[in-house]
């Protein structure tokens, strides 16, 4: 039988899928691409924003045209936080035993009937997942689920469950296989990954990276995303001290105002957090630090937005993800008075766009004349594409036949969003 599976989200949906796929392939099934006819449907979905739960419900309405007769199973976030209201839909299962995936498809089979599994996370323990290769070049693995943080505008604590962490073992032993089948850079993720090991006893992340920077033939580990407040002083000396950390961090701002800031339950300042950074530009001096920011929170003004370009700006972000304020229902930000209206959201979005596409070509051209070391990933047209340690999409012609190999060379210009590289 074959099967297909969409996946929506963030990475650590990426990595499940990618367990998934392995599980119902080590049992004989097939997998083919989302856009062809199978027999078995995965959809597994996010709900972190309305535009996610849209996307969501178009990706399971269009497997159920594309083959009526196919099983269909939705998993994930969607799930966790409603009811899903279509029928012909064969198996839903939460964000728990979606290692059992293969066990519900075979039992479907054998009985035909309806199957749903869907826990209440409010206690949960890790789930244990391995993927034993990828692929892409660059390898996830999620170390860490849920989160405690309850920020005001965010579902995700409620579908994701309590803050739990990897088997450290579990986590090395993975690491060194995927490297063993060729995948030079890992990406360690989770829903809040900076607070891997706050449930493990004395052990926390600063302690797994001692031990993963010692894996031979691994050239690099990146953390997927970190909070500012988990930046702490073992962590910077590890930044400090290890080359095969990247020169790369993902560190969420989410607004540049302190009024916005305290609105949704963040838990820093912007003094703090510009502190941080300099500290860890300090020890990284060209280090690329890319955030996210969401624009239209309730009562943010046009004042607190302004504020917020000026944060930004003053930061030097070398990428910026932006984010229309969502309103989830459940959470503290849903009840607030003075929602901006969309059409603001709209017009607040494309400013700051602009402002980190500017930011973004002035980080680029700081590394013109510069070697560097990049990784490629897909070859295209006659090019091989791929990333800097500290991600820079880089462009070259070449060879397919370098793809996984680290190639030293030299950015000659801009390209946007490419840096065009001859090799040394």
Same mark, same amino acid.
């Given at each position: 039988?074959?099967?297909?599976?969409?996946?929506?989200?963030?990475?650590?949906?990426?990595?499940?899928?990618?367990?998934?796929?392995?599980?119902?392939?080590?049992?004989?099934?097939?997998?083919?691409?989302?856009?062809?006819?199978?027999?078995?449907?995965?959809?597994?979905?996010?709900?972190?924003?309305?535009?996610?739960?849209?996307?969501?419900?178009?990706?399971?309405?269009?497997?159920?045209?594309?083959?009526?007769?196919?099983?269909?199973?939705?998993?994930?976030?969607?799930?966790?936080?409603?009811?899903?209201?279509?029928?012909?839909?064969?198996?839903?299962?939460?964000?728990?035993?979606?290692?059992?995936?293969?066990?519900?498809?075979?039992?479907?089979?054998?009985?035909?009937?309806?199957?749903?599994?869907?826990?209440?996370?409010?206690?949960?323990?890790?789930?244990?997942?391995?993927?034993?290769?990828?692929?892409?070049?660059?390898?996830?693995?999620?170390?860490?689920?849920?989160?405690?943080?309850?920020?005001?505008?965010?579902?995700?604590?409620?579908?994701?469950?309590?803050?739990?962490?990897?088997?450290?073992?579990?986590?090395?032993?993975?690491?060194?296989?995927?490297?063993?089948?060729?995948?030079?850079?890992?990406?360690?993720?989770?829903?809040?990954?900076?607070?891997?090991?706050?449930?493990?006893?004395?052990?926390?992340?600063?302690?797994?990276?001692?031990?993963?920077?010692?894996?031979?033939?691994?050239?690099?580990?990146?953390?997927?995303?970190?909070?500012?407040?988990?930046?702490?002083?073992?962590?910077?000396? *590890?930044?400090?001290?290890?080359?095969?950390?990247?020169?790369?961090?993902?560190?969420?701002?989410?607004?540049?105002?302190?009024?916005? *800031?305290?609105?949704?339950?963040?838990?820093?300042?912007?003094?703090?957090?510009?502190?941080?950074?300099?500290?860890?530009?300090?020890?990284?001096?060209?280090?690329?630090?890319?955030?996210?920011?969401?624009?239209?929170?309730?009562?943010?003004?046009?004042?607190?937005?302004?504020?917020?370009?000026?944060?930004?700006?003053?930061?030097?972000?070398?990428?910026?993800?932006?984010?229309?304020?969502?309103?989830?229902?459940?959470?503290?930000?849903?009840?607030?008075?003075?929602?901006?209206?969309?059409?603001?959201?709209?017009?607040?979005?494309?400013?700051?766009?602009?402002?980190?596409?500017?930011?973004?070509?002035?980080?680029?051209?700081?590394?013109?004349?510069?070697?560097?070391?990049?990784?490629?990933?897909?070859?295209?047209?006659?090019?091989?594409?791929?990333?800097?340690?500290?991600?820079?999409?880089?462009?070259?012609?070449?060879?397919?036949?370098?793809?996984?190999?680290?190639?030293?060379?030299?950015?000659?210009?801009?390209?946007?969003?490419?840096?065009?590289?001859?090799?040394?």
């Amino acid at each position: 039988m074959t099967f297909a599976i969409y996946t929506l989200g963030c990475k650590v949906n990426t990595y499940e899928s990618n367990v998934m796929s392995e599980l119902l392939k080590n049992k004989g099934y097939k997998e083919v691409a989302f856009n062809k006819q199978a027999d078995i449907y995965i959809i597994n979905t996010c709900t972190v924003t309305n535009m996610a739960d849209h996307k969501s419900m178009k990706m399971i309405r269009q497997a159920i045209k594309r083959n009526k007769n196919a099983i269909i199973v939705v998993v994930g976030c969607l799930v966790q936080n409603k009811d899903i209201k279509i029928d012909d839909v064969d198996i839903i299962i939460g964000n728990k035993n979606k290692n059992k995936i293969a066990q519900y498809i075979e039992e479907y089979i054998k009985n035909k009937q309806k199957i749903e599994d869907v826990k209440d996370l409010k206690k949960t323990s890790f789930e244990n997942m391995q993927v034993s290769s990828f692929n892409k070049t660059r390898a996830f693995i999620k170390i860490q689920d849920g989160c405690n943080n309850y920020c005001a505008y965010c579902i995700i604590p409620y579908v994701r469950g309590n803050i739990c962490s990897k088997d450290p073992i579990l986590v090395i032993e993975e690491v060194n296989e995927l490297v063993k089948k060729g995948h030079q850079e890992i990406v360690l993720t989770g829903i809040h990954t900076g607070s891997y090991g706050a449930d493990l006893d004395n052990y926390d992340l600063s302690d797994l990276l001692k031990e993963l920077v010692k894996i031979d033939g691994l050239k690099r580990i990146r953390i997927s995303s970190i909070e500012i407040t988990e930046i702490n002083e073992r962590l910077m000396n *590890l930044i400090k001290d290890n080359p095969i950390l990247v020169n790369h961090m993902h560190i969420p701002l989410q607004s540049g105002s302190n009024k916005i *800031l305290k609105l949704m339950n963040r838990k820093y300042d912007i003094d703090y957090f510009i502190t941080k950074i300099n500290k860890l530009r300090s020890i990284r001096p060209d280090i690329s630090i890319t955030t996210d920011v969401i624009l239209g929170f309730p009562n943010e003004t046009e004042e607190d937005f302004q504020e917020t370009i000026e944060t930004v700006r003053k930061i030097k972000f070398s990428k910026i993800h932006v984010f229309p304020y969502s309103k989830r229902e459940g959470t503290v930000a849903a009840k607030m008075d003075n929602q901006v209206s969309n059409e603001i959201k709209k017009k607040r979005v494309a400013e700051l766009i602009k402002v980190s596409k500017e930011l973004e070509i002035d980080y680029m051209k700081k590394f013109i004349n510069k070697e560097v070391t990049f990784i490629p990933e897909i070859y295209k047209n006659d090019y091989l594409i791929g990333h800097t340690g500290n991600y820079l999409l880089v462009k070259m012609k070449g060879d397919k036949n370098l793809i996984n190999q680290e190639i030293k060379c030299e950015i000659v210009k801009v390209e946007y969003p490419y840096v065009i590289v001859n090799k040394k």
